[in-house]
T-cell receptor, first 113, second 114 residues
Framework: EAAVTQSPRSKVAVTGGKVTLSCHQTNNHDYMYWYRQDTGHGLRLIHYSYVADSTEKGDIPDGYKASRPSQENFSLILELASLSQTAVYFC????????????FGPGTRLTVL | GDSVTQTEGLVTLTEGLPVMLNCTYQTIYSNAFLFWYVHYLNESPWLLLRSSTDNKRTEHQGFHATLHKSSSSFHLQKSSAQLSDSALYYCALTRGSALGRLHFGAGTQLIVIP
C-alpha cells in the first residue's frame, strides 16, 4: 500500500479562505517536504521538516505555513488562499535529505477561485 | 545558488527513435549529485536514476545517464523510445551532504507517438 498519502486529493477553495493540506507517511522517514508543481516551473520546495515540531522554509515559503505534529504527519496551511496558489501540491518523505531518494505522495490539486 | 536547467519543455518522438533529454546544472559545490525523477500522469513522481561518480554511466529500466562535471551535465538517454515512456521527466540536483536539498529543473514532457 502507498507509503505517502495526501488528503484531500482535490479541493476548490475561495480567495481569502483557509486551506489545510495533509500528508501522512508510513516510511518511518525523518524528512518530509511540500512542493508545488506548476507548468514551466517544475517542482518547487515550499517547506520541509526533519523532525517533529519543527519546520524549515524552502524556496517559496511566502503565503504558506507548515506544521509537523508527529514524524508521520506534515500539513501545509494556506491562511489566506489566493488565486496564484492554484497548483498541484506534492508531499514527499526521505530517510535523510541530500542523496537519499524522496518518495512522493499522489498530489493534491488545489483550485482557488 | 544551485540550479538546474532543462532546455526542452516538450519533446515529441516517434516510437523506436532514441531519446535524449538535456540537463545542465550550476553549483559551487564539488560534491553534487544529480537525479532523474519521472512523473507519469495520475501517478506520483519517482526516482528513475541517480548519478554515480564523475564520467560513470548509471542505468535503470532502459534509461541511462552519465554525470559529466566538466560540462555540468547529466543528460537522460534511451536507445529506443516506447509509447509507455510518455511522461514528465525532472532533473534534480543536491549537494552530497545532510543539509543538501533537491533543486528541480522545470521538467521535460516527453510524448512518444506511434
Amino acid at each position: 500500500e502507498a507509503a505517502v498519502t495526501q488528503s484531500p486529493r482535490s479541493k476548490v477553495a475561495v480567495t481569502g479562505g483557509k486551506v489545510t493540506l495533509s500528508c501522512h507517511q508510513t516510511n518511518n522517514h525523518d524528512y518530509m517536504y511540500w512542493y508545488r508543481q506548476d507548468t514551466g516551473h517544475g517542482l518547487r520546495l515550499i517547506h520541509y521538516s526533519y523532525v517533529a515540531d519543527s519546520t524549515e522554509k524552502g524556496d517559496i515559503p511566502d503565503g504558506y505555513k507548515a506544521s509537523r505534529p508527529s514524524q508521520e504527519n506534515f500539513s501545509l496551511i494556506l491562511e489566506l488562499a489566493s488565486l496564484s496558489q492554484t497548483a498541484v501540491y506534492f508531499c514527499a518523505s526521505s530517510e535523510e535529505t541530500g542523496v537519499h531518494e524522496q518518495y512522493f505522495g499522489p498530489g493534491t490539486r488545489l483550485t482557488v477561485l | 545558488g544551485d540550479s538546474v536547467t532543462q532546455t526542452e519543455g516538450l519533446v515529441t518522438l516517434t516510437e523506436g527513435l532514441p531519446v535524449m533529454l538535456n540537463c545542465t546544472y550550476q553549483t559551487i559545490y564539488s560534491n553534487a549529485f544529480l537525479f532523474w525523477y519521472v512523473h507519469y500522469l495520475n501517478e506520483s513522481p519517482w526516482l528513475l536514476l541517480r548519478s554515480s561518480t564523475d564520467n560513470k554511466r548509471t542505468e535503470h529500466q532502459g534509461f541511462h545517464a552519465t554525470l559529466h562535471k566538466s560540462s555540468s551535465s547529466f543528460h537522460l538517454q534511451k536507445s529506443s523510445a516506447q509509447l509507455s515512456d510518455s511522461a514528465l521527466y525532472y532533473c534534480a540536483l543536491t549537494r552530497g551532504s545532510a543539509l543538501g536539498r533537491l533543486h528541480f529543473g522545470a521538467g521535460t514532457q516527453l510524448i512518444v507517438i506511434p
